[in-house]
């Protein structure tokens, strides 16, 4: 054991996507906000037509421009997700906001 170093990881996975989530919000700042940082792994190549989609849920679930949760296309696999500390003050955990985005992918990619 490495004396200093605390990993927590959150690993999910479904047909279409799977998640990978680094738990430790003292580890991630971002301007003062604390964050969890999460890669999306898509197995079709569709991500920027997802991140629309997963963006509409996001502002439809937590309020219009609720800055809560940011997703950035990484490559055409792949969604880099930030999920802000302040998804608590909304009711959230850092988990049940995985499980709900990756639900919307995973839909997203059944249909398409």
Known sequence: MVSGSIM????KSYLYVSVECD???????DGGRRYVPCIFKLTRPIARKV???LGDYINRLLG???KIVNVRV???AELD???YADAMKKGYTT???VDRLMGVVEGYMYCA
């Open 8 to 11: 927590s990881l959150l690993y």
């Open 23 to 29: 738990m430790n919000y003292d580890k991630y700042d």
């Open 51 to 53: 991140s629309l989609t």
């Open 64 to 66: 219009e421009g609720n």
């Open 74 to 76: 990484v490559n055409d």
């Open 81 to 83: 997700v930030r999920i």
């Open 95 to 97: 988990g049940e906001l």
